[in-house]
């Protein structure tokens, strides 16, 4: 991978549609200098990697801080616990409500995180609620040797080489993105799984969202399962939807992680997706995660033209 160096920062693309490596050092002692340098990198980039890190629940959380406020956690649901096997779900420190708990480690009888050991698929996190989070910090604690690779998508590249009638027909669409189905593909409780796509639970929002920091379009999907196009036939957004996500998952869009004890990865939740592939559920993964609120996603004016920096990361003024 290429590299250059900015002060003491070394950023490292990848050789893909997104993300890239920062060498940095320990991200407990960054000034806030390179913080900023960081948050350039980022929003550049969408994905970037930290290696070989060592940090307490509390350091995470200070980490996440500095990018903007913290969202408190929810616990994520075990399959497992969803299904009745006889667990409990575990997941929260009263310490730390700011840490979620990804995990399919079960001790004494309780799961001590969520999302189990299975393949979660393509998704954005938190799509659903009226303002979701801007970013997503994820810190591996213990990993498997084979499986749990986490794949990002690149949304910006989706929708600059969209094609110009496919564009033209979405522009201006909201999309509902459903509350009631998990990444994993399970029910959550407490909705009426009854009721139609028209009708189920989750927020409305743009299609074709606008990134408040780089002025960028993108598609904004976040997930697949009982989406809808609001105001369509439900058979005219179904055929929509399938389109656009046929284009959107190419491969050429993606990158694709392989978890390493002491890997943190942040992205940029408003213009990236991402998916985890199924690993043995022998195995143990324990991973914890912070996210940074965000805002109501908004457009603020179609690119009905692809964008002229289509073709390449974009280009962050004074980075």
Partial sequence: MPSHSRATIEVHPCDAALGAEIRCGDLRTLSDAQIAQIRRAWLEHL???FRGQSLTDAELIAFGRRFGDMQLSNPLPDPRVSAGGG???GGRDERFPEVTVVSNIVENGI???GLGDGELVWHTDMSSYVAPPNQTILYALEVTTDGGETGFLNMYAAWDTLPGTLRAEVAGLSLKHDATIDAA???RRGHDHSLDVTRSAGAAHPLVRTH??????CLYLGRRSKSYLVGLEV???EALLDR???HATQERFTWHHRWHA???LMWDNRVVMHRRNAFDATARRLLHRVVVQGTKPCNNGYDIAPHPRAAGHILIEGA
Avoid: F
Avoid at 212 to 217: H, S, V
């Fill in 185 to 187: 593909g399970y029910p």
């Fill in 262 to 264: 002491g890997d943190v």
């Fill in 244 to 246: 656009l996500w046929a």
């Fill in 87 to 89: 667990l409990e779900q």
């Fill in 235 to 237: 058979p005219h957004s």
């Fill in 111 to 113: 799961a001590i995180g």
């Fill in 47 to 49: 994905v970037v990697l």
């Fill in 212 to 217: 408040p920091e780089t002025g960028r379009n």
